[in-house]
């Protein structure tokens, strides 16, 4: 069953805490992407990256950093430096840059 | 930066009614690419447009792209109850790194 799956779904933290959110694929795709959405906007993008071992910043990758050491994978880390941390982030996959994104489903991220 | 935005931001019809919602862009592109949305969930691609094209088809969605205006409309006829969601524009700008760059979205409500 391919897919691109996230976790954890929900995910609560305290003030100064680092985070890292979890995204898997298994499309065999190689670009995959970070999203932040706010509540009733669109996306954003933070990170993405074209191919292993290689990633890119986005339009607000303050405060996020990112690691791709295998095809599969692309874990978020949401650092303290973050000043508003609490969103919906999004993580996507496609065969390249450009072309269709598939999504999952999400994680939301509360700052408490 | 914002290279989509929909419009309207928010529409409301009953359910066998048509649904049209709009997308301006500030850039030229390779494609553009309609997403849909429901509340809480990731997005699923709907269709894709190249800039060579004029208009395109999908079961009850219709997209047309004018690149002389930098324009698309999306329409979703004999609209259903679980059509109620947001869609949002995608392009992919002519020259970039070719990552998506999404619009902040329509939320389409249908009511029975």
């Known amino acids: 069953d391919g897919g691109i799956t996230q976790s954890p779904k929900y995910l609560f933290r305290k003030e100064g805490q680092n985070v890292t959110l979890s995204c898997e694929q298994n499309l065999n795709h190689d670009a995959m992407y970070w999203y932040r959405q706010d509540p009733g906007q669109g996306l954003r993008l933070i990170y993405y990256s074209q191919i292993v071992n290689d990633f890119q910043k986005g339009d607000i990758a303050e405060g996020y950093s990112v690691s791709r050491e295998k095809k599969e994978s692309f874990p978020l880390t949401v650092t303290s430096a973050q000043k508003n941390p609490t969103a919906f982030y999004l993580c996507a996959s496609s065969i390249g840059v450009g072309d269709t994104q598939y999504f999952g489903p999400g994680t939301r991220l509360t700052v408490l | 930066s914002q290279q989509g935005e929909e419009d309207p931001q928010a529409l409301s019809i009953q359910e066998g009614e048509n649904a049209t919602m709009n997308c301006s862009y500030k850039?030229?592109?390779?494609?553009l690419q309609w997403y849909r949305q429901n509340s809480g969930r990731g997005l699923v691609h709907l269709i894709l447009?190249?800039?060579?094209?004029r208009e395109k088809h999908s079961g009850r969605l219709r997209v047309t792209l004018d690149t002389s205006k930098k324009s698309s409309s999306l329409l979703i006829t004999a609209s259903r109850a679980a059509d109620t969601a947001s869609y949002f524009c995608?392009?992919?700008?002519?020259?970039?790194?070719?990552?998506?760059?999404f619009g902040s979205g329509t939320q389409l409500t249908v009511l029975p």
């Open positions: 447009i190249r800039s060579n094209e």
């Open positions: 995608a392009t992919d700008a002519s020259g970039s790194a070719r990552q998506l760059t």
């Open positions: 850039t030229s592109i390779n494609n």
